[in-house]
């Protein structure tokens, strides 16, 4: 019987190889990871972050696990508000995109109160009702199964407690969608120019094309079981910012 198969970008592949392929673009390009998202971005993914750490609505000794957390940037806007009372665990599927956060942190002066834990957002290894928040910022797209990781964090948040996605979209109206449809068609040439990786930033490209509309989202976020779910668009839809609670 044949493997299940899963999206790789615009590819198909075995869905057990998929966690290894995203790997091995994370492994690439975690030392430039900041600036070709400032590049890439003209800087607009900083604003978007500061919104989604305002919609967590994190306070001073919440527990917060912020996952796919790459280098660090929700984990450093929101440990000086958790305080010392507070923690938050930083948690990544990919070893060297966590090691050059953890770097990142340090040089900051940010240590106390983050921990950081290597593991898929499928299979969580934290008890239930571990944290009052859960935050995750342009990684849920990289996800084989999004409706077990859905699920998992589900799990381990606090009853009340509240999940914030922040991912790439659809931008709703159609002029604007076939301009950024364009622009990042050249990510795969700019990552070639500034990290030598175009295959890298050619799935990144291709990843936003097959990933669930703002609506989809919506409704897999009440299939797995959250409360209160709304989106709210982030320039026109480029990007949106997806809110669920537990009950």
Same mark, same amino acid.
């Given at each position: 019987?044949?493997?299940?198969?899963?999206?790789?970008?615009?590819?198909?592949?075995?869905?057990?190889?998929?966690?290894?392929?995203?790997?091995?673009?994370?492994?690439?390009?975690?030392?430039?990871?900041? $600036?070709?998202?400032?590049?890439?971005?003209?800087? &607009?993914?900083? =604003?978007?972050?500061?919104?989604?750490?305002?919609?967590?609505?994190?306070?001073?000794?919440?527990?917060?696990?912020?996952?796919?957390?790459? &280098?660090?940037?929700?984990?450093?806007?929101?440990?000086?508000?958790?305080?010392?009372?507070?923690?938050?665990?930083?948690?990544? =599927?990919?070893?060297?995109?966590?090691?050059?956060?953890?770097?990142?942190?340090?040089?900051?002066?940010?240590?106390?109160?983050?921990?950081?834990?290597?593991?898929?957002?499928?299979? $969580?290894?934290?008890?239930?009702?571990?944290?009052?928040?859960?935050?995750?910022?342009?990684?849920?797209?990289?996800?084989?199964?999004?409706?077990?990781?859905?699920?998992?964090?589900?799990?381990?948040?606090?009853?009340?407690? !509240?999940?914030?996605?922040?991912?790439?979209? !659809?931008?709703?109206?159609?002029? $604007?969608?076939?301009?950024?449809?364009?622009?990042?068609?050249?990510?795969?040439?700019?990552?070639?120019?500034?990290?030598?990786?175009?295959?890298?930033?050619?799935?990144?490209?291709?990843? =936003?094309?097959?990933?669930?509309?703002? !609506?989809?989202?919506?409704?897999?976020?009440?299939?797995?079981?959250?409360?209160?779910?709304?989106?709210?668009?982030?320039?026109?839809?480029?990007?949106? =910012?997806?809110?669920?609670?537990?009950?």
């Amino acid at each position: 019987m044949p493997e299940e198969q899963t999206h790789f970008g615009f590819r198909k592949v075995p869905i057990g190889d998929k966690v290894n392929q995203v790997a091995k673009v994370f492994h690439s390009v975690a030392g430039k990871y900041d $600036l070709m998202n400032d590049l890439m971005s003209a800087g &607009t993914h900083r =604003i978007m972050k500061r919104v989604a750490v305002e919609m967590a609505a994190v306070r001073r000794g919440h527990q917060v696990l912020d996952l796919a957390a790459g &280098t660090g940037d929700l984990a450093a806007l929101m440990a000086t508000v958790v305080g010392q009372e507070g923690n938050i665990v930083l948690c990544d =599927i990919n070893q060297s995109m966590l090691a050059k956060g953890r770097e990142r942190l340090i040089d900051k002066g940010l240590v106390s109160n983050l921990e950081y834990v290597q593991a898929d957002a499928e299979h $969580l290894p934290f008890p239930d009702d571990s944290f009052d928040r859960i935050t995750i910022s342009f990684g849920l797209r990289n996800v084989t199964r999004k409706e077990d990781a859905l699920r998992s964090m589900l799990r381990v948040v606090k009853p009340k407690g !509240r999940l914030v996605i922040l991912e790439f979209s !659809r931008p709703e109206n159609e002029l $604007l969608a076939g301009a950024y449809k364009g622009y990042s068609s050249l990510w795969p040439k700019l990552g070639k120019a500034i990290t030598g990786d175009e295959e890298s930033y050619q799935y990144l490209h291709e990843s =936003i094309q097959v990933h669930p509309s703002q !609506r989809e989202l919506l409704e897999m976020l009440e299939q797995a079981g959250f409360t209160q779910c709304t989106y709210h668009n982030m320039l026109g839809g480029v990007a949106a =910012i997806h809110v669920g609670r537990k009950a």
